[in-house]
């Protein structure tokens, strides 16, 4: 069974700061996709950026790009130039491709406030 | 455009009681997932529908736990004889397309949610 652990409950940054969200994942999967999503205060959750596996180029989006380390099966989300907008809970997570129709598995998440 | 949309908002459910969630999808998307999100923790799969075809129900808690979509669009959550420990917030979420057109990473755009509280 694969598992997504993220051991940060809870991070804060200040604002035009530079702040690095860790996940962890444990899988026997060759093949996967790595997400990270947005819950926002009452509102949906969103995707920030994904990572295909067998890429070895981090994937980048804006100010948001990812550190991914297969072998140590570890994903890190890095915000460059925080914003208060990004304040919100941050999930990590994982889908693997042999035998499955796409559903995700999310870590518990990462509460990130950004301070003025 | 809409976005996915769920209702109601907020369920409150005695013990025993059976409550109904809804979801509607983004218009034209084929894949549903069901999720659940308890209390300080990420969400949970439950449920996949790929149209009206429930390919997935690995994640469903018990047998007390229904889903369907019949006509391939609107889905509803269905729990009956709820129990406290049902108390969750239960996401939908829909994306383009299945696993066979190849849509299997595509993005899944989330609802706002159903928050059941069970007494």
């Known amino acids: 069974a694969q598992t997504v652990t993220q051991s940060q409950p809870e991070m804060s940054v200040q604002e035009a700061e530079t702040v690095t969200l860790s996940c962890t994942y444990d899988?026997?999967?060759?093949?996967?996709?790595l997400f990270w999503y947005k819950q926002p205060p009452s509102r949906q959750m969103i995707l920030v950026i994904r990572?295909?596996?067998?890429?070895?180029q981090n994937a980048t989006e804006n100010r948001f790009s990812v550190n991914f380390q297969k072998a140590a099966k570890s994903f890190s989300l890095k915000i460059s130039d925080s914003q208060l907008g990004d304040t919100a809970m941050y999930f990590c997570?994982?889908?693997?491709?042999?035998?499955?129709?796409?559903?995700?598995?999310f870590g518990k998440g990462t509460k990130l406030s950004v301070k003025p | 455009g809409a976005g996915v949309s769920q209702s109601p908002r907020y369920k409150v459910a005695k013990r025993g009681q059976d409550v109904a969630l809804r979801c509607d999808p983004i218009?034209?998307?084929?894949?549903l997932f069901w999720y659940q999100q308890a209390l300080g923790q990420g969400p949970e799969f439950l449920t996949y529908?790929?149209?009206?075809?429930?390919?997935?129900k690995s994640g469903l808690p018990s047998d007390r736990f229904f889903a369907e979509r019949p006509e391939g669009s609107v889905s509803t959550l269905k729990i009956q004889r709820t129990q406290q420990e049902d108390s969750a917030v239960y996401l939908c979420?829909?994306?383009?397309?299945?696993?066979?057109?190849?849509?299997?990473?595509?993005?899944?755009?989330f609802g706002p949610g159903t928050r059941l509280l069970v007494l």
């Open positions: 979420a829909s994306s383009p397309r299945g696993r066979e057109a190849g849509g299997i990473q595509e993005t899944q755009y």
């Open positions: 899988t026997s999967e060759n093949n996967y996709y």
């Open positions: 990572q295909e596996a067998y890429k070895q």
């Open positions: 529908f790929q149209n009206e075809a429930q390919l997935d």
């Open positions: 218009s034209g998307h084929v894949s």
């Open positions: 997570a994982f889908m693997k491709l042999r035998g499955s129709q796409g559903n995700l598995i």
